[in-house]
């Protein structure tokens, strides 16, 4: 018996010798490659639109690149920021993702006093998936076929046009905001609740002006119901390839288009981060998935740098941060 204890215990000491060795040695216990679980993108937004449709075709993909399955979750309400508060909270180790938006991480948190997430603070975008250019409309009944044409009839009405937007606040609001002040007209804000009542007001000439996401407007522009002016962007879309940019129509300081991206709480660990950084670039590199979204009007990106991609939203919040400074725009 006495010989049993003492044979285990000069085993157990040899182990832990071992051990202590292996240690000093500069050894480590094996991680696990990361990710090697499931991943979650959170989206806040409801089902079925191009936002979420964008989210779920970027999630696939990067399921394939990472070997996990990438689970997209719905959670939309209170303009994004539920969805999004939620991924502020989470864990710092990768396995939640947010669709971070123009919306969710430049326009509410200047619009918002209440916000309860910073995005300088509690998050990291690494990446900016698409940009979205919207475009400029009006009915048939408005006599101009052109944002030149507009700005002049607009100044011979005084004052009496209108224009739809889909809410306060709304990037849609605030990009005609832009346009009413690089035109130099003025034209009254008519809100309506969603896209569907504001494209019948401006259908029926109840207004005469609107800036829309290209997807809503296309079917109405096709079927030669509205004019499409001009878009916003930097460049013309492939599914309005003769409808000029606000630029080239002859005010070339005029930009503005609403993006989707990546983003993950901002401590989590550089190399998980440059993993799903990685899977996502690849994605967006894709022939196939490039032409599924610029057949909706979206412009997908090329992958960016983290420091690109840091000054592309800085340069962002600063561009709607004066139009909301300068209309006084607060939503609490």
Not at 112 to 117: A, C, D, E, L, W
Not at 257 to 280: E, H, I, K, N
Not at 292 to 313: H, K, M, W
């Amino acid at each position: 018996m006495q010989r049993s204890k003492l044979g285990r215990r000069t085993w157990l000491a040899a182990l832990a010798a071992g051990v202590a060795c292996a240690l000093a040695s500069g050894m480590q216990p094996a991680l696990a490659a990361f990710p090697d679980r499931p991943i979650k993108l959170v989206v806040p937004y409801t089902p079925g639109g191009s936002t979420d449709q964008f989210g779920r075709a970027l999630a696939d993909g990067m399921s394939r690149q990472l070997g996990q399955t990438v689970v997209v979750e719905n959670r939309p309400g209170a303009a994004t920021m539920i969805g999004t508060n939620s991924v502020a909270r989470a864990p710092a180790d990768g396995y939640t993702m947010v669709l971070a938006t123009n919306g969710s991480m430049v326009l509410n948190p200047q619009l918002y006093k209440k916000i309860t997430y910073d995005p300088p603070r509690d998050f990291r975008i690494f990446s900016i998936g698409a940009e979205v250019p919207l475009v400029v409309v009006t009915n048939t009944q408005v006599p101009a076929s052109n944002i030149r044409e507009f700005a002049a009839y607009a100044k011979a009405a005084g004052g009496k046009l209108n224009y739809a937007s889909v809410g306060l606040g709304n990037a849609l609001q605030l990009a005609t905001e832009m346009l009413k002040s690089e035109l130099g007209i003025s034209v009254t804000h008519v809100p309506y609740n969603g896209s569907a009542p504001a494209l019948s007001a401006l259908l029926a000439n109840d207004v005469q002006l609107m800036v829309d996401v290209v997807s809503t407007s296309l079917p109405h522009i096709k079927a030669g119901k509205l004019k499409a002016l001009a878009v916003t962007g930097r460049s013309r879309l492939e599914v309005l390839p003769n409808v000029p940019t606000v630029a080239e129509s002859g005010y070339p300081n005029f930009q503005a288009a609403t993006w989707f991206g990546l983003a993950v709480p901002a401590q989590t660990p550089p190399d998980a981060v440059a993993r799903l950084q990685a899977a996502a670039d690849h994605v967006l590199k894709d022939p196939k998935f490039r032409a599924t979204f610029s057949g909706l009007g979206l412009v997908v990106q090329q992958p960016r740098t983290q420091a690109e991609i840091d000054r592309y939203v800085a340069a962002d919040r600063e561009t709607w941060g004066k139009v909301i400074r300068a209309n006084n725009i607060t939503l609490d």
